[in-house]
């Protein structure tokens, strides 16, 4: 496994729609393996493809450091709910802002080996997956930002 360098806002790789991945062979497990390391090594809770400079529609998720959601070619089936909190981005460092999201989606995403999954998270975990899958189509938080309450 691998560090990888993270994009940061103003790259178009950020802001491009990415493809959806369509092999799975051990390079995509590899590269999986390496956005995970890439997230918690820079105290992330998620991390898109795009944020490596990877144009595929594919995420990492880990709210607890414990359990981990790698989802490949995501799509959000349904929401319910709302909910607002203060998101940042590893790929806009230093910056906050107020942003509302679904409280509980319903995705499904294939794994590493290309095997289908159904997930319904809530509360924290449905805002990781919605900024993330965000990203796949190269929509920044910044996008959705209510209440702009920059940290410095
Ligand atoms: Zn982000």
Known sequence: MALRDIVKEGEPVLRQKCFEV???????GVTLDDMIETMFAA????????QVGIPKRMCVVSIDGKTIYELVNPVIV???????GIEGCLSIP??????????????????????????????LTAVAFCHEIDHLDGVL???KVINNDKKE
Request: aromatic share 10%; glycine share 10%.
């Open 141 to 143: 938080y910044i996008d």
């Open 43 to 50: 105290d992330g809770v998620g991390l898109a493809a795009p």
């Open 94 to 123: 230093g910056e906050h802002g107020l942003v509302e999201r679904p409280q509980t989606v319903w995705v499904e995403a294939k794994d590493r080996f290309g095997k289908l999954n159904k997930y319904k998270v809530s509360d």
């Open 22 to 28: 369509t092999l799975f062979n051990e390079r995509l």
């Open 78 to 84: 349904k929401t319910a709910g709302k909910q607002r």
